[in-house]
């Protein structure tokens, strides 16, 4: 099995098989507070008009331009904010400058996206090695079309606990990826120094930042059911992921 990581999106790149899309600050966090939250599916746009086209009494509009909750937005990109929020059952439309563009990138070859970050790590890792025939490859969504730190070191993380499950053949993103994570042991710190953590201080929302870097926390992971509009539609998996919390690997 070949295990791969794109560090940065573009345009050319595709996929055969099995990709955990990561924008760990924030988008991908976000996106799974939200499910742990109750929401019953997520709605993932391209753009911030794409996402009010939505705009509906059962439909909550989360999303981040510069940082902050959009105008007419209910909710913006912090999991802290999203792991609360009152979406029992509902859908709720997210929009950001990175992540769900990045998911978009994905949808159009691969079989199976799912949506990873350090908070659902193993959960992640593990439905990938289970559903993957053939690779999995890990894509970071970067900033704004450059290398984010943050996300480089959590595709050596989500490379880790691969390896742990199975047998791979890394090409050289993902041993870059997991040479980051080596560097780093405590994740805080690659987080600290990552751009996305600096553009956050600059808007007052670092608190989002050790949120986000919380190791293997949530089962929960957002997979690809399908599209309407010009949205992705992930929902909670329901595939069973084999093993507990308590059998998680300390890294």
């Keep these: 099995m070949r295990l791969r990581a ?83 059952g509902k859908v709720v439309v997210m929009s950001t400058t990175n992540g769900t563009r990045t998911a978009h990138l994905a949808a159009r070859s691969a079989k199976h996206v799912l949506l990873a970050s350090l908070y659902n790590a193993h959960a992640a890792a593990r439905l990938a090695h289970q559903l993957a025939t053939e690779e999995v490859a890990i ?38 990826a997991l040479t980051t994570r080596r560097t780093y042991p405590d994740p805080l710190e690659p987080l600290h120094l990552s751009a996305a953590a600096q553009a956050l201080r600059q808007v007052g929302l670092e608190a989002d930042v050790p949120f986000c870097a919380q190791i293997a926390v949530s089962p929960a992971v957002g997979v690809l059911e399908g599209r309407v509009g010009e949205a992705l539609i992930f929902k909670r998996a329901q595939r069973p992921i084999n093993g507990s919390q308590s059998q998680i690997p300390t890294i």
């Design 6 to 88: 794109d560090l940065v999106p573009q345009d050319n790149l595709s996929y055969q098989d099995v990709v955990l899309v990561v924008d760990v600050i924030r988008a991908t966090t976000t996106a799974t507070a939200f499910l742990e939250a109750g929401a019953e599916r997520l709605y993932l746009t391209a753009s911030l008009e794409s996402a009010r086209a939505f705009r509906d009494a059962d439909v909550v509009l989360a999303g981040e331009e510069g940082g902050l909750k959009p105008p007419g937005f209910d909710y913006g990109n912090s999991p802290r904010e999203a792991k609360e929020a009152p979406v029992g």
């Design 139 to 176: 894509l970071c969504a970067g900033k704004e079309g450059r290398i984010g730190l943050d996300d480089v070191y959590t595709a050596g993380v989500l490379a880790e606990f691969l390896q742990i499950m199975g047998s791979y053949e890394l090409e050289d993103g993902a041993l870059t």
